[in-house]
């Protein structure tokens, strides 16, 4: 299973396999992989095993922004194996137009999932959903997956980068030109072997990166010594980076925050997609560290507040008055009511506008 995981990373056509195997193994009805992201409510399936496709097209079109484990579900930290009744009780769960209407019809119970990355803005995660005669809290299924994460996680980084269906040119150009992060591929000496269009652009302005006789070169001196000790360690492998890269601050202004993330390519299957291109590195510059909390969780984290206490924050910014959100989240205007109370009490917050404010201030 383990050696499918990562074949899929390189032939993407393997993930829906792949995927089917990792829910055999862990007892599930039915599996996807797929990335949401908190900031728009906006979620996309990569793949998805044993899934309905009536009610697949329900969720997205109309029950999406009722699932109670968003966005609470997102701020879990990567590679944390975690289950609905760690966001949500049961009982809770169970009120809510989303258990009654979409849960229960599929005859699902538990849906166990792991945040494979989280950047600033989206999640890509893996979600099993079990039979409801299993019940909830299924430590078995979940001490499965956990087995799996790493792998996992690896695979997903691969497999974003390349794609050897088509040639591995083809691929970068294909792949990458639509992250909205710039992205250079480096070999030791910074020279430059790809560069996608937001990369393109970075070096056109020539404000945080420049490029010099083909060598990429930071504008900031202390940012510039920085990488090129970094991509010459790259070359020695993982173990001089680490296996998910390190960040270097491109700016020294404070309110003006660009980082680059530099991920070595030189270990395992990654090594295997980079031969042709001789990089040994992946760099993605974007602005804010690329694991900033959003407003959202920062908040979350500082008033301690509950995962569904989050989604009544969240959904406020949306819509106001007690009526509006009880429909908005598909739960009992009582439910809205309590959540609102301890939200006041946490946050020392009298009215939603002073709550509005609050996500707004921060």
């Known amino acids: 299973m383990i050696a499918d995981i990562y074949d899929a990373a390189i032939d993407p056509t393997l993930w829906q396999q792949a995927l089917a195997n990792i829910c055999a193994f862990m007892g599930g009805h039915s599996a996807a992989l797929y990335w949401h992201d908190a900031a728009t409510q906006r979620s996309k399936a990569l793949y998805l095993v044993n899934e309905d496709p009536h009610y697949t097209k329900l969720y997205f079109e109309k029950y999406l922004p009722m699932n109670p484990m968003f966005p609470a579900g997102a701020f879990i930290p990567e590679g944390v194996v975690n289950s609905t009744t760690d966001l949500i009780s049961q009982a809770e769960l169970e009120e809510t137009r989303f258990y009654k209407e979409w849960i229960a019809p599929q005859g699902f119970g538990d849906a166990i999932s792991v945040n494979l990355e989280k950047g600033a803005l989206r999640a890509s995660l893996i979600n099993i959903r079990m039979d409801a005669a299993l019940g909830f809290d299924n430590q078995e299924a979940r001490g499965k997956l956990a087995l799996l994460v790493p792998h996992l996680q690896r695979a997903v980084v691969i497999g974003r980068l390349f794609d050897h269906q088509k040639t591995v040119e083809q691929a970068m150009t294909a792949a990458l030109d639509h992250v909205e992060a710039a992205v250079f591929l ?90 042709a291109n001789h990089a040994v590195a992946a760099m993605f510059i974007r602005k804010l560290a690329p694991n900033a909390p959003l407003p959202l969780e920062t908040i979350a984290t500082r008033y ?15 819509v106001q008055g007690v009526r509006q959100l009880a429909e908005h989240l598909g739960v009992s205007q009582a439910t809205v009511k309590t959540h609102l109370h301890n939200l006041f009490r946490k946050t020392g917050k009298k009215r939603q506008s002073e709550l509005v404010k609050l996500v707004a201030g921060i």
């Not at 970094?230 to 270097?248: C, K, N, Q």
């Not at 925050?257 to 991920?263: E, R, T």
Request: hydrophobic share 50%.
């Open 186 to 275: 480096v070999d030791a000496t910074g020279a430059i072997t790809f560069a996608n269009v937001p990369a393109k652009k970075l070096l056109e302005e020539a404000l945080l990166v420049r490029e010099q006789k083909g060598v990429l070169r930071a504008v900031a001196p202390e940012a510039d010594r920085t990488l090129r000790d970094t991509f010459a360690a790259a070359a020695s492998g993982d173990t001089a980076l680490g296996i998910r890269g390190i960040e270097v601050r491109l700016t020294t202004l404070k309110d003006d925050a660009w980082f680059a993330h530099i991920l070595p390519l030189t270990s395992g299957r990654r090594q295997q997609a980079v031969q």
């Open 304 to 318: 301690k507040l509950l995962p569904s206490e989050v989604r009544v924050l969240d959904a406020i910014a949306k």
